[in-house]
T-cell receptor, first 114, second 112 residues
Framework: QKEVEQDPGPLSVPEGAIVSLNCTYSNSAFQYFMWYRQYSRKGPELLMYTYSSGNKEDGRFTAQVDKSSKYISLFIRDSQPSDSATYLCAMSGPLIQGAQKLVFGQGTRLTINP | DTEVTQTPKHLVMGMTNKKSLKCEQHMGHRAMYWYKQKAKKPPELMFVYSYEKLSINESVPSRFSPECPNSSLLNLHLHALQPEDSALYLC???????????FGSGTRLTVV
C-alpha cells in the first residue's frame, strides 16, 4: 500500500464548477499537508499549506484536513480554464535535520472546459 | 527574489557524456533538494542537502553525484547515464520550517 493515495483522474469539468480533489494517507506521522499545482512542463507550485485538522481558505481554494480519517481535500470554486493542471497532494512528518521530506500523491490531472 | 533557478532548461546527452545540472536560490533557504519526475508520475526524491551537508540519499545510483558548493547553489553531476534516466529533474529549496518547498522549473533531460 502506498503511503499517499490520490486518484490520478483525469477529471474534466465545465467552467464555473466546484472541483473536489482528494488524498488519503496511511502514515500517522504525517503532520503537514500541502497541495501543489503543476502545469505541463513546469515545476510544481505550492498552492496551499495546512498543519491542523480543519479548513483553510485562500481565494477560490479551500484545503481541508481530517486527521482522524487520514483524508485531505482541495476544493476549487468557480473553476477557470487556467486551473487546468495536475494537482499533487504532498505531506510530511517533522523536519529531518532541518529538511522537510515530502511524500507526494500520484497527482490528479484536471481539465476545466470553457 | 522568490525563485529557484535551474539551468539548463533542456539537455540532451549521450550515455558516455558527463554533464552537470545547476540550481540556484537566493531566498536564504538552508535545505535544497533534487527530485526526478517521469511523465505522468509524481516527483521522486533523490537527494537532500541541509545546511550544505548531504542529509538524505534515496539510494540513488552513483552515476548521479550531487554537490552543494555553498548555501545558494546545488549541482547534480551526471555521468554514464542510461536512456531510462531521461526525465524532468527538479530542484527545490525550503526554509528551516515545515511550510513546503519552492520548486524550480526543472531541467528536461534526454539521454540518447
Amino acid at each position: 500500500q502506498k503511503e499517499v493515495e490520490q486518484d490520478p483522474g483525469p477529471l474534466s469539468v465545465p467552467e464555473g464548477a466546484i472541483v473536489s480533489l482528494n488524498c488519503t494517507y496511511s502514515n500517522s506521522a504525517f503532520q503537514y499537508f500541502m497541495w501543489y499545482r503543476q502545469y505541463s512542463r513546469k515545476g510544481p507550485e505550492l498552492l496551499m499549506y495546512t498543519y491542523s485538522s480543519g479548513n483553510k481558505e485562500d481565494g477560490r481554494f479551500t484545503a481541508q484536513v481530517d486527521k482522524s480519517s487520514k483524508y485531505i481535500s482541495l476544493f476549487i470554486r468557480d473553476s477557470q480554464p487556467s486551473d487546468s493542471a495536475t494537482y499533487l497532494c504532498a505531506m510530511s512528518g517533522p523536519l529531518i535535520q532541518g529538511a522537510q521530506k515530502l511524500v507526494f500523491g500520484q497527482g490528479t490531472r484536471l481539465t476545466i472546459n470553457p | 527574489d522568490t525563485e529557484v533557478t535551474q539551468t539548463p532548461k533542456h539537455l540532451v546527452m549521450g550515455m558516455t557524456n558527463k554533464k552537470s545540472l545547476k540550481c540556484e536560490q537566493h531566498m536564504g533557504h538552508r535545505a535544497m533538494y533534487w527530485y526526478k519526475q517521469k511523465a505522468k508520475k509524481p516527483p521522486e526524491l533523490m537527494f537532500v542537502y541541509s545546511y550544505e551537508k548531504l542529509s538524505i540519499n534515496e539510494s540513488v545510483p552513483s552515476r548521479f553525484s550531487p554537490e552543494c558548493p555553498n548555501s545558494s547553489l546545488l549541482n547534480l553531476h551526471l555521468h554514464a547515464l542510461q536512456p531510462e534516466d531521461s526525465a524532468l529533474y527538479l530542484c527545490a529549496s525550503s526554509q528551516d520550517r515545515t511550510t513546503g518547498y519552492t520548486f524550480g522549473s526543472g531541467t528536461r533531460l534526454t539521454v540518447v
